[in-house]
T-cell receptor, first 110, second 112 residues
Framework: GESVGLHLPTLSVQEGDNSIINCAYSNSASDYFIWYKQESGKGPQFIIDIRSNMDKRQGQRVTVLLNKTVKHLSLQIAATQPGDSAVYFCAETADYKLSFGAGTTVTVRA | DAGVIQSPRHEVTEMGQEVTLRCKPISGHNSLFWYRQTMMRGLELLIYFNNNVPIDDSGMPEDRFSAKMPNASFSTLKIQPSEPRDSAVYFC??????????FGPGTRLTVL
């Protein structure tokens, strides 16, 4: 079936460095993509989204890139901070139903 | 602004007991979702309401699970009877139409 998948299950980053989290999707009908951050004991928190008519979107310290040709989504975090340690999920949807990836655990080293 | 509110935050019960989880969506949102999260299966959509009407309940595991949304500001997810395999974190999320879903803090359910 079609699914959303993450390339790397874990990512260890030095504080201050940039982080890149990757996500592959296979549903060509998906037109809306969201990155969520989930800290321990909390619900997924919206970070940034992008629609299929865009290639790039920037937020505060975060950038999402969408490559529809290869069905690839990435989240870049600039100047990673200890508070960025969490599990990051990408999600895709063509309607209301979000399909979540498995999640990437990001650990920030001091 | 208040986000999605869920109660209780933690629930420990014995097998066979009825469990009721509660959710208050963000004011003004007309779509509500119930999810279950486990280590093995990740985040799974259980049921989706739009304007208080259940639209998609294909994710509800079995007849032991039921959900209601009597009004725009309240929803319940009930498990009766509960089983150990129901142990998970249950999230409620809400959105405006099919836009970004905002999640509550979750209810951690443990069935002994």
């Amino acid at each position: 079936g079609e699914s959303v998948g993450l390339h790397l299950p874990t990512l260890s980053v030095q504080e201050g460095d940039n982080s890149i989290i990757n996500c592959a999707y296979s549903n060509s009908a998906s037109d809306y993509f969201i990155w969520y951050k989930q800290e321990s004991g909390k619900g997924p928190q919206f970070i940034i989204d992008i629609r299929s008519n865009m290639d790039k979107r920037q937020g505060q310290r975060v950038t999402v890139l969408l490559n529809k040709t290869v069905k690839h989504l990435s989240l870049q975090i600039a100047a990673t901070q200890p508070g960025d340690s969490a599990v990051y999920f990408c999600a895709e949807t063509a309607d209301y139903k979000l399909s979540f990836g498995a999640g990437t655990t990001v650990t920030v080293r001091a | 602004d208040a986000g999605v509110i869920q109660s209780p935050r933690h629930e420990v019960t014995e097998m066979g007991q009825e469990v009721t989880l509660r959710c208050k969506p963000i004011s003004g949102h007309n779509s509500l979702f119930w999810y279950r999260q486990t280590m093995m299966r990740g985040l799974e959509l259980l049921i989706y309401f739009n304007n208080n009407v259940p639209i998609d309940d294909s994710g509800m595991p079995e007849d032991r699970f039921s959900a209601k949304m009597p009004n725009a500001s309240f929803s319940t997810l009930k498990i009766q009877p509960s089983e150990p395999r129901d142990s998970a974190v249950y999230f409620c999320a809400s959105s405006l139409q099919a836009d970004t879903q905002y999640f509550g803090p979750g209810t951690r359910l443990t069935v002994l």
